[in-house]
């Protein structure tokens, strides 16, 4: 039996001090000091042993992340001195959709590997855009043995990344008459993306390249941003090819397992090219995700490719300048229309852009995805605030530029084995086994809009909302 697939943690302390959400507001000078049971003391995250040490150095205490909201100070107190506050500085860190819920949680899952878990509940709304809009079946969550960290049932979220053949033959003796193509296969549905947002220091590459090979996943990146220190790492890189470059990248493509080629009118021969210098190599098409994405993964899948990868914008949209859909909705119609041409068992479909949470993975296979690729989420867990300061020539307050690949490593793979315990944990709850099972399943999935039209419209009447 192969080894079970697992990914070890090791906590990594952030560099910088984080930007908490919560925090206690204390009037200290109602405190009587006397209490023999102190609600600090009580604290299970030892928050209050911090801001003892800031009391000590006469300083302001800090907005502790750890915070987990329990307010068990807030209720406890029986002098009452305590009182819950929001952080200012969290409100202005991140954007509408990378917001300072998820960088906050990002954080806390790179420096644990631990899935985040918060006290006082959830008190948002009950759907929202994109993926807020859909929910998975968990029908099966009350057979234990299928609870995907600690069941008895191993869950195994491999996919390929390579073709397959679509008929098989047999000679008359019942042996395999077909040449089976070479098989590449990652443990993860999650691979990396070289973001073209923030600092991108070398050591920020180097942490998710050796992150990326760690992990025995793959990482997209520009073929002028690897280097030498890259080499021991060459078979968890892909490098992005651009129309006509292949010559120039011969020693890439000898070194490399896959490279990705951008669609261009002269794919065909850029293809046979790398092929004739790498005739094992595994070939994967970058494309822009507009509207036209169906009808050009439909004339691209008849070729010699192996996967497709399609970008969306950052936040998980169609790069159109109106009306751009958002990944759930584009996925779908992809996947369908290779359905419906018997295409879809022969190449692979991986989406980036606007992947920034643990359960948008799920949510994407869900849709028809075979893997996801992460960018932005991995600067994010480097401590970046997704503040844009970079882009306007100023300093960066999370120093990037200082990352060292060791630490900076350690905080992407505890933050992927936290989002694949979240994924094992969805699967099991679901009752399956396979993440390549859970390609397409719609049917255990529910969409806000389907039963808003189909339970609430008769009653209610419909109202047209952008999902």
Same mark, same amino acid.
């Not at 933050?415 to 399956?432: D, F, H, K, P, T």
């Given at each position: 039996m192969p080894k079970k697939y697992s990914i070890p943690v090791h906590p990594a302390p952030p560099r910088q001090y984080p930007v908490g959400k919560y925090t206690t507001i204390e009037f200290r000078e109602n405190c009587a000091g006397s209490c023999? +049971?102190?609600?600090?003391?009580?604290?299970?995250?030892?928050?209050? +042993?911090?801001?003892?040490?800031?009391?000590?150095?006469?300083?302001?205490?800090?907005?502790?992340?750890?915070?987990?909201?329990?307010?068990?100070?807030?209720? &406890?107190?029986?002098?009452?001195?305590?009182?819950?506050?929001?952080?200012?500085?969290?409100?202005? !860190?991140g954007d509408d959709y990378w917001t300072p819920h998820i960088i906050n949680r990002t954080w806390y899952q790179a420096q644990t590997g631990s899935i985040p878990v918060s006290g006082a509940g959830y008190g948002g709304p009950f759907t929202g855009k994109g993926f807020d809009s859909m929910w998975t079946d968990?029908? @099966? !969550?009350?057979?234990?043995?299928?609870?995907?960290?600690?069941?008895?049932?191993?869950?195994?979220?491999?996919?390929?990344?390579?073709?397959?053949?679509?008929?098989?033959?047999?000679?008359?003796?019942?042996?395999?008459?077909?040449?089976?193509?070479?098989?590449?296969?990652?443990? !993860?549905?999650?691979?990396?993306?070289?973001?073209?947002?923030?600092?991108?220091?070398?050591?920020?590459?180097?942490?998710?390249?050796?992150?990326?090979?760690?992990?025995?996943?793959?990482?997209?990146?520009?073929?002028? &941003?690897?280097?030498?220190?890259?080499?021991?790492?060459?078979?968890?890189?892909?490098?992005?090819?651009?129309?006509?470059?292949?010559?120039?990248? &011969?020693?890439?493509?000898?070194?490399?397992?896959?490279?990705?080629?951008?669609?261009?009118?002269?794919? @065909?021969?850029?293809?046979?090219?790398?092929?004739?210098?790498?005739?094992?190599?595994? !070939?994967?098409?970058?494309?822009?995700? +507009?509207?036209?994405?169906?009808?050009?993964?439909?004339?691209?899948?008849?070729?010699?490719?192996?996967?497709?990868?399609?970008?969306?914008?950052?936040?998980?949209? &169609?790069q159109e300048p109106e009306k751009a859909r958002f990944l759930r909705g584009a996925i779908r119609d992809i996947h369908l229309i290779l359905i419906e041409n018997a295409l879809r068992l022969k190449v692979n479909l991986v989406f980036s852009g606007g992947i920034a949470m643990a359960e948008h993975v799920a949510k994407a296979v869900i849709c028809g995805a075979d893997g996801v690729a992460v960018d932005n989420t991995l600067l994010i867990s480097l401590e970046c605030r997704m503040c844009g300061r970079c882009t306007q020539g100023l300093s960066c307050p999370a120093a990037l530029e200082e990352v060292e690949p060791d630490f900076g490593s350690k905080r992407i793979t505890n933050l992927i084995s936290a989002w694949r315990n979240q994924l094992l944990e969805v699967m099991g709850a679901m009752g399956l086994r396979e993440a390549r099972r859970l390609r397409g399943e719609v049917g255990r999935s529910m969409w806000f809009e389907d039963l808003e039209k189909n339970h609430f419209g008769p009653i209610f009447g419909e109202r047209k909302v952008a999902y």
């Amino acid at each position: 039996m192969p080894k079970k697939y697992s990914i070890p943690v090791h906590p990594a302390p952030p560099r910088q001090y984080p930007v908490g959400k919560y925090t206690t507001i204390e009037f200290r000078e109602n405190c009587a000091g006397s209490c023999r +049971k102190c609600v600090k003391k009580e604290c299970v995250y030892g928050i209050f +042993k911090d801001n003892y040490l800031h009391m000590s150095a006469m300083e302001d205490p800090e907005y502790l992340y750890t915070c987990n909201s329990c307010f068990r100070c807030v209720q &406890e107190c029986t002098k009452g001195i305590f009182s819950r506050a929001i952080n200012p500085e969290y409100r202005i !860190i991140g954007d509408d959709y990378w917001t300072p819920h998820i960088i906050n949680r990002t954080w806390y899952q790179a420096q644990t590997g631990s899935i985040p878990v918060s006290g006082a509940g959830y008190g948002g709304p009950f759907t929202g855009k994109g993926f807020d809009s859909m929910w998975t079946d968990m029908s @099966e !969550i009350v057979r234990p043995t299928r609870d995907g960290i600690h069941g008895r049932e191993y869950i195994n979220t491999s996919i390929e990344l390579s073709k397959r053949s679509l008929r098989l033959a047999f000679t008359g003796d019942g042996a395999l008459a077909t040449q089976v193509p070479e098989i590449l296969e990652i443990p !993860i549905p999650i691979l990396f993306n070289q973001p073209d947002f923030g600092l991108i220091a070398p050591g920020v590459l180097l942490s998710m390249v050796r992150a990326a090979h760690d992990l025995g996943t793959l990482i997209f990146m520009e073929t002028g &941003e690897i280097t030498r220190e890259m080499a021991p790492y060459a078979e968890a890189l892909i490098p992005r090819l651009a129309s006509g470059s292949v010559p120039e990248n &011969e020693d890439l493509i000898r070194a490399c397992r896959m490279v990705e080629i951008r669609h261009s009118p002269g794919l @065909e021969a850029d293809i046979r090219a790398a092929k004739a210098i790498n005739p094992g190599l595994f !070939i994967a098409v970058g494309l822009d995700l +507009k509207k036209d994405a169906a009808r050009t993964a439909l004339e691209i899948a008849r070729l010699d490719v192996d996967t497709l990868h399609f970008y969306a914008d950052s936040h998980g949209r &169609e790069q159109e300048p109106e009306k751009a859909r958002f990944l759930r909705g584009a996925i779908r119609d992809i996947h369908l229309i290779l359905i419906e041409n018997a295409l879809r068992l022969k190449v692979n479909l991986v989406f980036s852009g606007g992947i920034a949470m643990a359960e948008h993975v799920a949510k994407a296979v869900i849709c028809g995805a075979d893997g996801v690729a992460v960018d932005n989420t991995l600067l994010i867990s480097l401590e970046c605030r997704m503040c844009g300061r970079c882009t306007q020539g100023l300093s960066c307050p999370a120093a990037l530029e200082e990352v060292e690949p060791d630490f900076g490593s350690k905080r992407i793979t505890n933050l992927i084995s936290a989002w694949r315990n979240q994924l094992l944990e969805v699967m099991g709850a679901m009752g399956l086994r396979e993440a390549r099972r859970l390609r397409g399943e719609v049917g255990r999935s529910m969409w806000f809009e389907d039963l808003e039209k189909n339970h609430f419209g008769p009653i209610f009447g419909e109202r047209k909302v952008a999902y």
